[in-house]
């Protein structure tokens, strides 16, 4: 009997896994009195292709985890125009209801933020922020024309009315905010007709609580009652790699790895086979190489970078005497200010950051080059050239026109002079000519021989 249930045992084990996977897989939904989710994150950067990643996966998980709304906290000067379209797209195509909350007091939604603010079902703003200035800038830091300035603005703006529209907000200011750059307290985006956002709130605990009950229209039309009292709030932050990453695609930060790569690469090639300056250098590179393809670049302003650390390779091996270096670091200076082009201060690298950066690396620079030109101007250690102003000891007599032997740096070498010389007098070598010596007697007899 024991061992007919041992050899039913594996199959009731199955059976039972089975039962439990099953079970896993068909869970029971939530009872309908439940606390319904609300999920919230905040976007506290520039508007780039990492925070558009961020933005657009945390609109999935709410898809997925059938979030009752999803609240972003945001908080930006602006950003690249294909990452707002990106974030606008996943937004417009979420089933879970967005709501974008410009906060806390203080706060700003610049540029691309009005852009997001302006697509969101729920348009909220704190009190003492404010929105606007969208009128699209060159992003790859050429100059634009009239006629192409005209037509990214006609585009830009044509965006906004489709978006306004749709949320059935105020096209013409949207359009301001384009064409003329017009920005707009809380008050003046919720005073006006029709308003610009649905309503203010101090905290997003305010603002979920203005919602309840309130019926929302989604994109394509069909309407939402948002069911948001005693609601279950969980937090979504970036994850590790997007935290680094953002913080990489910032102008300030990548300016300081673009000067320490710039350092480190210089510092190997002085001193061959340091091995770290070289490594450190490489890998701030690569990391500076990341964020200025996400940032609004002035490719002038990169030559002019590409051009000062040439000069200063070029010290390596001509010698200037610091005129290559100093050229150098005037370009470097110059290309730092020109380096990103936006008329926004969080988009540009800050002059305090850049004068500091530039003194250091003069002062390192110059440290290295006076190493260089010491090394220089010292004597040779080495070959003929070594010999010369060594001491030496005569050891036959050594006159004019007769040579003779003479004891240096414990060799005996031949040996002649303009004036005669006694065995045993001191000498100091004059001249070397293959393996003579031309010598004078030593006035100062003292030195090793």
Not at 151 to 174: G, P
Not at 376 to 390: K, R, W
Request: glycine letters at 10%; aromatic letters at 4%; proline letters at 6%.
């Amino acid at each position: 009997m024991m061992w007919r249930i041992f050899r039913l045992l594996p199959g009731l084990l199955m059976c039972a896994g089975a039962v439990a996977l099953l079970a896993q897989g068909e869970e029971a939904p939530p009872p309908a009195g439940s606390a319904p989710l609300v999920l919230s994150a905040e976007v506290d950067s520039i508007i780039h292709p990492v925070s558009a990643e961020y933005m657009i996966e945390t609109m999935a998980r709410a898809d997925r985890e059938g979030a009752a709304l999803l609240v972003f906290t945001l908080r930006t000067p602006g950003g690249l125009v294909d990452s707002t379209r990106q974030i606008v797209t996943a937004m417009l195509a979420a089933e879970t209801p967005v709501a974008v909350f410009v906060g806390p007091s203080g706060a700003r939604a610049a540029s691309a933020g009005f852009i997001l603010v302006l697509a969101a079902d729920v348009a909220a703003m704190a009190p003492g922020t404010h929105i606007g200035a969208a009128h699209p800038v060159s992003g790859d830091g050429q100059a634009m024309d009239e006629v192409m300035a005209q037509k990214a603005a006609s585009d830009v703006a044509a965006y906004v009315r489709t978006l306004a529209t749709s949320r059935r907000r105020n096209v013409s200011l949207a359009e301001e905010a384009v064409n003329d750059s017009r920005a707009f307290t809380n008050d003046e985006a919720l005073g006006a007709d029709p308003p610009l956002i649905d309503l203010q709130a101090a905290d997003v605990a305010d603002l979920l609580r203005q919602l309840d009950g309130r019926t929302v229209t989604r994109f394509d039309g069909t309407t939402t009652v948002l069911r948001t009292a005693g609601s279950r709030i969980v937090d979504v932050e970036m994850t590790l790699r997007q935290r680094i990453l953002s913080a990489i695609a910032n102008p300030n930060v990548a300016y300081i790895l673009l000067s320490l790569g710039t350092l480190g690469l210089t510092i190997e090639l002085w001193s061959p086979g340091a091995i770290l300056p070289g490594v450190v250098g490489g890998l701030s590179l690569i990391l500076a190489f990341f964020a200025l393809q996400v940032l609004p670049v002035n490719y002038a302003g990169i030559l002019l970078l590409v051009f000062g650390l040439g000069l200063l390779v070029l010290e390596v091996k001509v010698t200037s005497f610091g005129l290559l270096s100093i050229g150098g670091l005037i370009s470097l200076v110059l290309g730092s200010m020109m380096l990103f082009d936006s008329p926004l201060p969080e988009m540009q690298v800050s002059l305090q950051l850049i004068l500091p950066v530039t003194l250091s690396l003069a002062l390192i620079v110059g440290f290295l080059v006076r190493l260089a030109v010491a090394a220089q101007l010292q004597p040779s250690a080495t070959g003929g050239e070594a010999m010369l102003n060594s001491p030496g000891e005569a050891i036959t007599p050594i006159g004019p026109g007769a040579e003779g032997q003479v004891r240096s740096h414990g060799e005996i070498w031949r040996a002649r002079s303009a004036e005669p010389i006694e065995p045993g007098a001191r000498v100091t070598v004059a001249a070397v000519d293959g393996l003579t010596l031309t010598v004078r007697p030593d006035p100062h007899p003292e030195g090793e021989l």
